[in-house]
C-alpha cells in the first residue's frame, strides 16, 4: 500500500503546490467595482476550496487560502479564524499598511506544500487595507495569531512563501516532526 503524504491530499483536492511558478508572482489586483461579477466568482471558488480542505484537515490554528493557491492570480484571499464560529475574513486587493516592530517566531504550515512546518518570524499586530465589493478602501488592524494568517496570505498575493521569510540556516521540518499539530499558537507571553 503506497502512503499517501499530506502535499499528495492538498494537490487531489485542486491546491496548487510549490513547484508552480505562478505562486512566485504578484498578482494582479481586481478592478472594482467593474470587476464585481469576478470577484464574487474567485471569492465562491476560494470558499469552496477551503470546504473541502477542511474536510480532511482540522486547522485549531485557524485557515486561509488565497487566489493563487487554486490557479487564480488575482489579489483575493480569505481566512478563517480558529474560531469557527468567527466570519470568514474576505480580502479584495489587500495591502499591509503598517505593522509592529514587536514581532514573534511560531511554526506555520502552506497548503502549497503541506509536508513541512517552519518557524516563521511575523509581526505581532499589523494594518491591512483592502477594498469593498464597490470599490471603496477599509482598513482594519489585526493581532497575535490572526496577523500571522493574515499576512501569510497576503504574502501569497505577492509571490512570497513563508520559507522566504524564514531566518538563515533555519529549515522547514517533516510534518512528522512538527509535535505542535492541533495546538493553538502561543500568545501568553504578550
Request: glycine share 6%; charged share 20%; net charge negative.
Amino acid at each position: 500500500m503506497i502512503e499517501t503524504k499530506p502535499s499528495d491530499s492538498m494537490r487531489d483536492l485542486g491546491i496548487v503546490q510549490s513547484n508552480a511558478r505562478s505562486l512566485y508572482e504578484r498578482c494582479t489586483a481586481l478592478d472594482l467595482p467593474a470587476e464585481l461579477p469576478l470577484a464574487e466568482a474567485i471569492v465562491s471558488q476560494l470558499i469552496t476550496a477551503m470546504r473541502r480542505v477542511r474536510r480532511v484537515h482540522d486547522f485549531a490554528k485557524g485557515s486561509g487560502i488565497a487566489a493563487p493557491q487554486i490557479g487564480i492570480h488575482r489579489r483575493a484571499a480569505i481566512v478563517q479564524p480558529p474560531d469557527e464560529n468567527a466570519p470568514t475574513i474576505v480580502m479584495l486587493n489587500p495591502q499591509i499598511t503598517s505593522w509592529s516592530d514587536a514581532e514573534d517566531e511560531q511554526y506555520e504550515g502552506c497548503l502549497s506544500f503541506f509536508d513541512v512546518r517552519g518557524q516563521v518570524p511575523r509581526p505581532l499586530s499589523i494594518t491591512v487595507e483592502t477594498n469593498t465589493p464597490a470599490g471603496e478602501s477599509t482598513v482594519a488592524e489585526y493581532h497575535n495569531g490572526l496577523a500571522r494568517l493574515i499576512h501569510h496570505e497576503i504574502d501569497h498575493l505577492d509571490g512570497i512563501l513563508y520559507t522566504a521569510r524564514m531566518r538563515a540556516g533555519i529549515e522547514p521540518i517533516p510534518v512528522e516532526q512538527y509535535r505542535q499539530t492541533g495546538h493553538t499558537w502561543n500568545y501568553d507571553h504578550q
